[in-house]
């Protein structure tokens, strides 16, 4: 019964690992830190379904510029205050997130 049980977990722990990077349905939240001029995440892919909604977080330790292509979204960050976009991803297409100053592209939105 005790390895069922741990078999489940492991399971359960392997899906959860595997669909870390990216989700079928519902909102999407993108957590981005900008430290040292390094962007995490860098080029990260994220399938996103028509109509959700998708929040980017972004903290910074130097002002940059957070684009995203496609819905034209362009949002400064001030260093040391987090920045929140949220937005509707109502158009189908790959879109990517960039920050400009850096020039990093944070992630690619899939949108379908
Ligand atoms: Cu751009």
Known sequence: MRRLLACVMATLLLLAGACSSTTASGPVTINVT??????????????????????????????????VHGYEIEKDVVPGTPLVITFTADQTGSFEVETHVIEATIATLNVR
């Open 34 to 67: 900008i430290v040292s001029g390094k962007v995490s995440p860098s080029g990260a892919k994220y399938d996103v379904s028509k109509g959700s909604t998708v929040t980017i977080n972004v903290t910074s330790d130097s002002a940059d510029t957070v684009h």
